[in-house]
């Protein structure tokens, strides 16, 4: 199975904004315990190519491991150096792209528009982050697969347990989900039950889905 296959098999990834490296472990125990395997730890995150190393290094392959909010070419190598195995931009940025893809990892770049996806398409992204998915919603997906069916989508922003049939049946492949899975109070409190019983929720919301309910 590849990466990609892996996440579209994840389904879910949640998109960790930690305060600290304890923070972000506590956080990926919980979610792992909730039913969700697949991270993308942000360069929000201080010291992230280390929290990738411990992460990789605890939990190895029960963990899909990536790195998000990249902005600059070299935490492209950085991140995958550390143990990353897909990386995320929220924007289109072409020598950031052209980074990212050099390391031979999978590539998300961030767009919205049409225009914007079709340059992530000249661009050779793997995967298109639609970002912020909740300014156009389910609805807006669906509208740029008429055109552009061929791509791979993940939105990000506006996705909940309660709307992710919504964002698979427009034909998203994964979803990306922060705050409504790993909110800033509950990493900065240390209260990882919450985490924990917010992935629980998500990864019914996904299984109800694959089955038809």
């Excluded at 590849?2 to 389904?11: C, K, P, Q």
């Excluded at 956080?27 to 010291?47: F, K, Q, S, W």
């Excluded at 807006?140 to 939105?155: E, F, G, S, V």
């Excluded at 979803?175 to 039950?193: Q, T």
Aim: glycine share 12%.
């Amino acid at each position: 199975m590849t990466v990609l296959d892996d996440l579209r098999d994840a389904g879910v990834i949640a998109t960790l904004r930690a305060p600290s490296t304890a923070a972000a472990l506590g956080a990926v125990e919980a979610l792992l315990a909730g039913g969700l395997r697949a991270v993308e730890v942000t360069y929000t995150t201080p010291n992230v190519p280390e929290v990738l190393r411990a992460l990789k290094e605890r939990h190895g392959d029960d963990v899909l491991l990536g790195a998000g909010t990249l902005l600059d070419p070299h935490q492209a190598a950085e991140a995958a150096e550390a143990g990353a195995e897909y990386l995320v931009s929220p924007g289109l940025d072409d020598e950031l792209v052209a980074a990212m893809r050099a390391t031979g990892t999978v590539t998300m770049g961030g767009a919205m528009t049409p225009t914007e996806v079709m340059r992530a398409r000249r661009l050779g992204v793997d995967v298109v982050k639609l970002f912020p998915g909740a300014l156009g919603g389910p609805a807006h997906l669906k509208a740029l697969r008429a055109p552009l069916p061929d791509l791979a989508y993940m939105p990000t922003g506006g996705v909940s347990a309660d709307n992710l049939h919504e964002w698979f049946a427009a034909g998203a492949i994964a979803v990306g989900a922060g705050g409504e899975l790993c909110p800033a109070a509950a990493l900065a409190s240390g209260d990882f039950d919450a985490v924990r019983e917010r992935a629980e929720r998500f990864a019914a919301a996904l299984a109800a889905c694959r089955a038809g309910v």
